[in-house]
């Protein structure tokens, strides 16, 4: 038999020194871009007031920095993977940040609000393109070693969750102590090191035949989610024929945009899709949960600043208990899950995210940040819970052979909905005293959390034998 010699297992630690390093930057390539991208979604909110006093904006303005985002990011999220597949997700992964990196430092330098506005829906083209395309990597380098995928993909979810939490204390540090123009300026280095790592560490996956792709369907999804938004962030300022036009346009544009989907041959949004029960539970709760979480997150973090007089510091340590136990119940998620399947761990997270969110509805909680808390705490624990079970939900009801086209439906209508819970939640601190404000966010959480109780109810119809 033959023995490993001293040199033989040197030989032997040093390539598997050397591959570990190379998951170690190909991973780092993956998911530094998502971790840019969530860190988007929540760095911006506490530098509103400071954006808003330099460009002299109203609310609704400050609404749409927020949803010019969300807009882009949620509509091209349904190509992006489609590109990916016939251009290559590794070269598509280096388009992605080159669009964000030049978006960002768009933002960085806006001179006006309508530069911000564009620059913003550029960031989130780039961030369209580059979530799927950085999972499509991971998934494609490790297809041969399920398990080592699976741990991986969890380490890319943890960067998101990371972003989400690191976010509102960034930004409040930022604005703090600098210009809020370096909330946008910090992602491009990111972006360059995203870049780089990619083009050096990531193996060109092959090209696929793709499927076509439907424009058509897109625009008029765009057509339609802007002009429904711009109804609800500016009814105030518009006119009656702008009303009625807007109201025209987006009718038309769902009208024609499902006919078109019934036409093409390869639709964005296959409409037979949404004849299956199990998925309609899954996009029903995942929008009810978008929509309440991001209008939460949008109010408070103008609300700590304006009525409760906290500094931008002050509202990113604030912020912490609304994001931090998000990771910790991403991770519980999983156990629940493996135990109980997505169900329990859905259940189990409504049983948090209703209570707390009426909790957070009561008239005294307006008063002082403290109170807050436990509201605050029960919500995070049970979105936590909640949305990785999601997309798991979904595909265990479609199967996973329609996994692309299942993720990328799911993803836009939480985007759509965080961008619809913004939109509605803003008109709360628009109008009225801090008082009236309050008041109207409470209706709007008791609201929520019917809807919310609707899906408990569906579920708990679905765990029966």
């Avoid at 904006?57 to 016939?86: C, E, H, K, P």
């Avoid at 076509?212 to 711009?230: E, F, P, V, Y």
């Avoid at 024929?241 to 024609?256: I, P, R």
């Avoid at 899709?273 to 408070?300: E, H, K, P, S």
Wanted: glycine residues 8%.
């Amino acid at each position: 038999m033959l023995e490993s010699t001293p040199s033989t297992r040197t030989i032997t630690d040093a390539n598997s020194s050397t591959h570990a390093w190379k998951v170690a930057l190909l991973m780092a390539a993956a998911s530094i871009g998502y971790f840019v991208v969530q860190l988007d979604v929540s760095i911006v909110n506490l530098s509103l007031p400071a954006m808003q006093a330099y460009y002299r904006a109203d609310v609704s303005m400050l609404q749409w920095i927020v949803n010019a985002y969300t807009l882009a990011f949620s509509v091209f999220l349904l190509s992006s993977g489609v590109l990916g597949d016939r251009y290559g997700s590794k070269h598509f992964l280096i388009v992605g940040y080159a669009l964000f990196f030049a978006g960002s430092l768009a933002c960085g330098c806006a001179p006006t609000i309508t530069f911000m506005l564009g620059a913003r829906f550029v960031q989130g083209i780039g961030a369209a393109i580059i979530v799927p395309n950085s999972l499509a990597v991971i998934n494609w380098s490790f297809a041969s070693r399920n398990a080592l995928r699976l741990t991986l993909l969890s380490v890319w979810m943890a960067f998101g969750g990371a972003a989400l939490t690191c976010g509102p204390i960034i930004g409040g540090i930022i604005t703090s102590f600098a210009s809020w123009r370096y909330i946008f300026l910090i992602n491009l280095p990111v972006c360059l090191a995203g870049i780089v790592l990619t083009s050096r560490f990531v193996d060109a996956p092959p090209k696929s035949a793709a499927r076509a792709n439907d424009w058509a369907g897109q625009i008029l999804l765009l057509i339609a989610s802007t002009g429904l938004l711009i109804l609800i962030i500016n009814y105030a300022a518009l006119s009656a024929f702008a009303v009625c036009s807007l109201g025209v346009t987006t009718v038309a544009g769902l009208v024609w945009f499902m006919r078109t989907e019934k036409r093409v041959r390869h639709p964005a949004i296959p409409l037979s899709l949404f004849a299956d029960r199990g998925l309609q539970r899954a996009l029903a709760l995942g929008v009810v949960v978008n929509f309440l979480y991001f209008g939460i997150v949008f109010f408070t973090s103008l609300y700590f600043r304006d009525a409760l007089r906290m500094s931008a510091l002050q509202a990113g340590l604030a912020f912490i208990p609304v994001t931090l136990p998000l990771i910790v119940s991403n991770i519980a998620s999983g156990k629940l899950s493996r135990r109980g399947g997505p169900e329990r761990s859905i259940l189990t997270g409504l049983g948090l995210l209703i209570p707390g969110t009426l909790l957070l509805a009561l008239p005294a909680m307006r008063h002082a940040y403290w109170p807050m808390l436990p509201a605050f705490t029960l919500i995070s624990l049970g979105v936590g819970l909640i949305t990785p079970m999601i997309t798991a939900t979904a595909l265990q009801t479609i199967g996973p052979e329609r996994g692309g086209m299942i993720s990328a439906v799911v993803n836009f209508s939480r985007q759509i909905a965080g961008a619809f819970g913004v939109a509605v939640f803003g008109l709360f601190i628009a109008h009225g005293s801090t008082s009236a404000s309050w008041s109207d966010f409470g209706v709007a959480l008791i609201a929520s959390a019917g809807a919310l109780l609707l899906c408990a109810c569906a579920f708990l119809r679905r765990t029966r034998p």
